[in-house]
């Protein structure tokens, strides 16, 4: 019971000071809103990433590389590239049963 009166002491403390130094709690209180936001947009762009690559998977999509790439966002493939692939993409077409 000693340890929880010290804390709510202290707790009450800070809390009732907070106007005496209010510029410093601003900028505290700013600075983590600030990481938190960071935080929350650099775990939204990995999961849109990761559905991205990985849930968009439909029979009528082909994800197409460069040559060389480990995945799509490595890869480059320029305009007119594209074009002739799409030109070429029913000679190339494999069934289903034998994709992997």
Known sequence: MHILRQTAALTSF???SIPERLGASLVTVIGIMTVVTVL???LSMGEGAQFWETGQ?????AVILSKGALS??????TRARS???R???????VPTAHRS
């Open 14 to 16: 800070g809390l009732k």
């Open 83 to 85: 074009r002739s692939s």
């Open 57 to 61: 998977t439909r029979p009528d999509r």
């Open 40 to 42: 929350l947009s650099l």
């Open 72 to 77: 799509p966002f490595a890869s480059r493939i």
């Open 87 to 93: 030109m070429n993409r029913a000679s190339s077409r």
